[in-house]
């Protein structure tokens, strides 16, 4: 058992690994297969058009993704899939964070650098000056 270890940790050194991304991906792919299954199980025997059709575009989904599931496991580019990674959980975070602010704060985009600024919830219009690029802008509360 100890050679297979050595074997696996030598394999992977220097490589990037799983994430959340990946994670993701991997139960895409998993629902994906099963979603297959489940929907060639309810098609009668004779429909061999439909699938075949279901078939290939099965393969068309599932192809591609297990092997950017692969690509970006085995990467030795370490920087850039942690960019990957970080631009996906800073999409979702965003909508937590909007769905938890929800009562007290807006987010509005900055209209020259595009930045997303937490503003705190208030009536009429207001001037908000930007962190990143001291742009002044109107917000309408």
């Known amino acids: 058992m100890g050679k297979i270890k050595q074997k696996l940790q030598r394999l992977m050194y220097g490589r990037y690994g799983g994430d959340m991304l990946n994670n993701v991906l991997l139960g895409t792919y998993i629902f994906l297969v099963l979603a297959y299954y489940i929907i060639s199980m309810l098609l009668p025997l004779e429909a061999t058009g439909p699938r075949m059709i279901l078939s290939f575009a099965h393969y068309l989904l599932t192809i591609p993704l297990i092997c950017v599931i692969f690509f ?53 219009k207001h001037t908000v000056v930007c962190p990143r690029c001291k742009n002044r802008f109107e917000v309408k509360g």
């Open 72 to 124: 970006r496991i085995f990467s030795r580019n370490v920087a850039k899939r942690r960019r990957e990674n970080e631009r996906f959980c800073g999409f979702f975070r965003l909508r937590r964070n909007k769905i938890r602010d929800r009562k007290t704060h807006v987010y509005r985009k900055c209209p020259k650098c595009r930045a997303v600024l937490r503003l705190p919830r208030a009536k009429g």
